[in-house]
């Protein structure tokens, strides 16, 4: 071998093994630290019953919150970003626990969907869930969506490929065939695959559809189409794999058959009686009430939708009941959870319906507090989340948002709403015109 050829050899093998070091090198290098972040001045809000902090420095690192106390002597790191929060109420990151964002409704708008295909619907969805981070929304559950739309819309936001609320999901809404939802099943075993399917396919929640539902042209919401025998085997199969369940449900009758099985929530539950709302404060059964949807606030909704007359007239007749129901509720101390059935961010008597879902809470019978806390700590509860959302406390994520106003003394300081932080990252600030794109 020639001396000039040798030469090029070990030239070529050196400039390799370089490349070789210089990539273990890299991959051996400790990772960047994660960011840090301090919101300072503002006061943050005694969400699970205690005193408010004023001139507070709440520090951030990464996600999560890593430490709050007093602005006189809480250090902040070198290098830290700082946010002034003078003059601001700070407040968990908000749960609605009771959110379509595929929404279909009868009316001009749902007839206008009745051909989207699953690919158009999982990127409306995706808009939908980005406005409602920006209302404030921090966490939804989703309760019935088409075809795996929700997962595949999680997964994109976990990843980080799509902006919007940390997701619970209940999959497609199961029911008897005819009934009120899309999934449907037919006896014990009918129920049983069904539900096996639905956490197969990353199901956090089981929801069935256990009466009639408002937007229906046949099926009375008083009606029970379940058997025992089917109601019973769902529920014990979901509990089996340490799933819950809720049911879509305004029937007593229907009430009565699923808490005798060990059902775990109700959703709307329009005209629960007395006897119904005591037996699921004994049993600790969750309630979401949804109760801004047989309001009056949701008429703009409804009217931009072109909802039929014959609906109008269902919503109407619905919400004297559903009223009741709700002060009945509260007064007897059953367990509730801020949820609305309208987009959370959509317009509902002046403000967003999760908002006047709150400010409802209140002028039925809650404090001002529990409003709140149905929304953070009580939602953070029912979801098994409360480890890490529902409240700003150290080791849990920075979900926060800031108002200009107290909520506890009064429940429309919600209305201020100007900035919102995920996770640690400013998705919304009014004061310097940022909203996630």
Not at 29 to 52: D, Q, R, S, W
Not at 205 to 234: F, N, Q, R, V, Y
Not at 296 to 324: C, N
Request: hydrophobic share 45%.
């Amino acid at each position: 071998m020639s001396s000039k050829r040798f030469s090029l050899i070990a030239a070529a093998s050196l400039a390799a093994l370089s490349v070789v070091f210089a990539i273990r090198t890299a991959s051996a290098a400790p990772p960047a630290a994660p960011a840090v972040t301090a919101l300072v001045g503002g006061t943050v809000v005694g969400i699970e019953g205690g005193p408010a902090l004023k001139d507070a420095t709440v520090l951030i690192v990464g996600e999560r919150i890593s430490q709050i106390g007093p602005g006189n002597s809480t250090p902040i790191p070198p290098g830290a970003k700082v946010i002034a929060m003078t003059g601001r109420w700070l407040i968990p990151g908000l749960t609605n626990a009771h959110v379509h964002l595929g929404l279909k409704l009868p009316g001009a708008a749902g007839d206008s969907l009745a051909l989207e295909t699953d690919t158009e619907e999982v990127l409306r969805m995706a808009g939908n869930a980005r406005l409602s981070l920006l209302s404030g929304v921090t966490t939804l559950r989703l309760v019935g969506e088409d075809h795996g739309t929700d997962f595949a819309l999680r997964r994109a936001i976990d990843s980080g490929e799509v902006v919007g609320p940390r997701i619970k999901t209940a999959g497609e809404v199961i029911i008897p065939t005819g009934g009120h939802g899309s999934m449907e099943a037919d006896g014990p075993y009918g129920f049983a695959h069904v539900v096996r399917e639905q956490i197969k396919s990353g199901a956090d929640w089981i929801k069935i559809a256990i009466s009639g539902g408002i937007s229906d042209s046949h099926g009375s919401i008083s009606a029970a189409p379940m058997t025992d025998e089917e109601m019973s085997t769902l529920i014990e199969v979901a509990h089996r794999n340490g799933i819950r369940v809720t049911a879509h449900n305004g029937s007593n009758e229907a009430a009565r058959q699923a808490l005798r099985f060990g059902i775990d929530g109700f959703e709307h539950g329009y005209h629960l009686n007395a006897e119904i709302l005591k037996d699921m404060k004994a049993k600790g059964v969750w309630l979401v009430p949804t109760i801004v949807v047989t309001q009056p606030g949701a008429l703009e909704f409804y009217h931009k939708i072109g909802s039929p007359p014959w609906y109008l007239e269902r919503v109407k007749s619905t919400g004297v009941d559903h009223w009741a129901m709700l002060q009945n509720a509260i007064r007897l101390g059953v367990k509730i959870v801020l949820g609305t059935d309208q987009f959370p961010f959509e317009p509902n008597d002046g403000t967003t319906a999760t908002i006047a879902e709150a400010e409802l809470y209140v002028k039925a019978g809650m404090t001002p507090l529990q409003a709140l806390q149905s929304a953070t700590t009580q939602a953070a509860k029912m979801l098994e989340m409360d480890t890490d959302i529902g409240s700003i406390a150290v080791g849990k994520y920075a979900d926060i948002v800031a108002l200009n106003a107290d909520p506890l003394a009064d429940i429309h300081a919600l209305r201020t709403i100007d900035f919102v932080m995920k996770g640690g990252a400013v998705v919304r600030d009014d004061r310097l015109g940022l909203a996630a794109r």
